[in-house]
């Protein structure tokens, strides 16, 4: 496992810890500026999801 790959995959890893803590923001604590938001914060970390998706991909060719 290169270096490359690990930056990749602790980038994936970075992007969906986020995306937990919005989506907890939003929907547990009901933050008052994240409910005020209507969807902006769950569409944000779906992005978010994706995101790290497309990382975890490139870590993986790049461990190829």
């Known amino acids: 496992m290169t270096i490359e790959t690990l930056v ?3 980038i994936s890893g970075g992007a969906l810890v986020f995306a937990g ?3 907890h923001t ?3 604590r009901r933050d008052p500026n ?3 938001s209507k969807g902006a914060f769950t569409m944000f ?3 978010m999801v ?3 998706a497309g ?3 490139a870590g ?3 461990s190829r």
């Open 26 to 28: 939003r929907f547990v």
């Open 45 to 47: 970390a779906l992005l």
């Open 50 to 52: 994706l995101f790290a």
């Open 34 to 36: 994240a409910v005020r």
């Open 55 to 57: 990382a975890a991909a």
């Open 60 to 62: 993986f060719a790049a």
């Open 21 to 23: 803590s919005l989506l």
């Open 8 to 10: 990749w995959y602790g």
